[in-house]
């Protein structure tokens, strides 16, 4: 019952963090890197794997498969504006910090979720 509630909690702090309208030509580098920081010290990231190609953002594998698409998506473009800069696309991996599975892969801005 306790890690049922934790994840629901992580959900809505991962959806409040990241659910913030995010106008990408507007938004800066640092203004990422303050919503990513947030997440990571909430233990819903981890940081990202630059061990292979494409690069892989580590997540916490039950908040990831607790929350939305939306959601999803949000917490890769918060690592992709930090990476490369809000008007900038990279391929990257979403991999479990457990198991380190790929659950998705983000090619060219798209999601497929694992």
Aim: proline share 3%.
């Amino acid at each position: 019952m306790a890690i049922r509630r934790q994840v629901f909690l992580a959900c809505l702090s991962v959806a409040a963090l990241l659910s913030i309208e995010r106008g990408a030509a507007a938004e800066s580098k640092e203004a990422c890197l303050q919503r990513w920081l947030v997440a990571e010290r909430a233990q819903i990231v981890y940081g990202i794997s630059k061990a292979s190609l494409p690069w892989a953002l580590i997540v916490d594998e039950d908040v990831w498969a607790q929350i939305p698409y939306g959601t999803k998506i949000a917490m890769i473009e918060t690592m992709q504006c930090i990476i490369a800069g809000p008007d900038m696309f990279i391929n990257l991996d979403a991999r479990g910090h457990r198991s380190n599975k790929v659950l998705g892969e983000w090619r060219w801005g798209r999601l497929e979720v694992k």
